[in-house]
């Protein structure tokens, strides 16, 4: 058996939930519709009584970047700091805030934020928004609002979530050239309302898109992790599915010439920061003309879409919509950049329970057992969603034996009970398959 075998202890993951966002008492509306998969229905939910709250930013975590509250506000902590993979010209910073667990199902959330911004700095603070379904699955960040230099783009109105959650989070970013922004306090409502439900398609999205090698051992990404040699991780250009630093709340599957790896988006890049291209057009942030699963960059590239520029003006030099990490690129057969296959795991239908996994170069199999063709890989630590179990081959890995399998839809093949991050051997609330 070539899967590879775990530390005697596990180490139980903490889920975060999420969602919700806003800056400046302005607050996005994503729209929602059909398109390539996916469609629109319309749900009468039951209304509910708002609920308010205001998270904590006095509580600067591992989880937030570059940011400090002191004085009564929250700050960017060092203005020369910017994301690895997106070359922008001002500080960056984000606070990813505590989750709130809600007495009742909630599916739109308001926000106000007050903000001291000088008015020619430049700076701006964009609140983004998630929440946790009742499978344990996370929404896409939705931005929600902004303060500042993006304020005129960012609508009015509270951010509407794709389906209701009962768990919501709010993550704010900054960027202030000068150290001069403060963000003094954020004010949430979150309520239950009729309105367009977007639901995933049955499979998640896919997309053939051209593969640069990140690099930049020792830099930062924007989830604030320090780039390691030989490390597994992707940059896509949105910060809509940026996972935290650690986690894989969102991972991307790369098929290349040699084999394919489930690895985490840790980072924001190449080019864009606001081109979520596995979106159809109505939710999709930037570029709403292009066809889904067409990065800015290539459509830029290829035929001079906006002038041959990216979202912030600068030429496009490849037609780049990911960027690997040392250890993926080389993973997955390439030694150049080149054209892979992308599948952006948390766009599909999440029918089934999330659980973590543990463990490196775990196989997928076709069949529960190790003589069936590999499907994926796991490179490391991740979350997959498991839709039923069945009792396979029998296997021992680290003085464990267990003969159940656990079939993943995202992959369409099983990976072993061993390597699901739970106690139990025959996996809690998951059905036979």
Request: with cysteine; charged share 20%; aromatic share 8%.
């Amino acid at each position: 058996m070539n899967d590879r075998a775990r530390s005697p202890y596990r180490r139980r993951a903490a889920a975060a939930l999420s969602l919700l966002a806003c800056a400046g008492v302005a607050v996005a509306t994503p729209s929602a519709g059909a398109a390539d998969g996916q469609k629109s229905t319309r749900v009468d939910n039951a209304p509910t009584t708002p609920a308010t709250w205001s998270p904590d930013l006095t509580r600067v975590t591992s989880d937030d970047v570059n940011v400090r509250y002191a004085k009564g506000a929250l700050s960017v902590r060092d203005t020369a700091f910017r994301p690895a993979s997106a070359e922008t010209g001002r500080g960056y910073g984000a606070q990813v805030l505590a989750p709130e667990t809600l007495d009742a199902p909630v599916n739109r959330v308001g926000a106000e934020l007050v903000t001291d911004l000088p008015g020619d700095s430049g700076a701006e603070v964009v609140v983004d928004v998630r929440g946790r379904t009742a499978q344990g699955a996370w929404t896409e960040w939705v931005p929600a609002g902004a303060s500042g230099a993006a304020e005129s783009a960012a609508g009015q109105g509270a951010a509407v979530l794709p389906r209701a959650v009962t768990t919501v989070q709010a993550r704010i970013t900054l960027w202030d050239a000068e150290g001069e922004a403060r963000v003094r306090s954020l004010r949430l409502t979150a309520e239950n309302v009729a309105a367009p439900r977007i639901e995933a398609g049955a499979t998640a999205f896919t997309a053939r898109v051209f593969a640069t090698r990140e690099g930049l051992v020792g830099g930062t990404t924007a989830n604030g992790h320090v780039i390691r040699p030989n490390d597994h991780f992707v940059a896509l250009p949105s910060r809509r599915g940026l996972s935290p630093n650690g986690s894989s709340q969102y991972s991307v599957q790369v098929c290349g010439p040699a084999r394919c790896e489930t690895a985490p988006v840790w980072d924001v890049g190449p080019w864009n920061t606001k081109d979520d291209y596995w979106n159809p057009s109505p939710t999709r942030e930037m570029f709403k003309d292009l066809a889904q699963g067409m990065p800015e960059a290539q459509a830029a590239y290829q035929s001079g879409y906006n002038g041959g520029k990216d979202g912030s003006g600068r030429t496009v030099l490849n037609p780049a919509g990911i960027d690997l990490a040392d250890g993926t690129f080389y993973n997955v057969g390439l030694n150049d950049n080149g054209w892979v296959t992308v599948t952006y795991l948390w766009t599909g239908d999440q029918t089934g329970k999330s659980f973590p996994t543990w463990g490196t170069d775990v196989r997928i199999r076709q069949q529960a057992t190790t003589a069936s063709p590999e499907v994926a890989r796991l490179a490391g630590p991740t979350t997959v969603n498991v839709k039923c179990q069945v009792h396979g081959q029998r296997i021992t890995v680290d003085g464990i034996t267990n003969d159940g399998w656990a079939y993943l839809p995202s992959y369409g093949g099983y990976i072993s009970n061993i390597f699901i991050d739970v106690v139990e051997s025959w996996l809690p609330g998951v059905p036979n398959c």
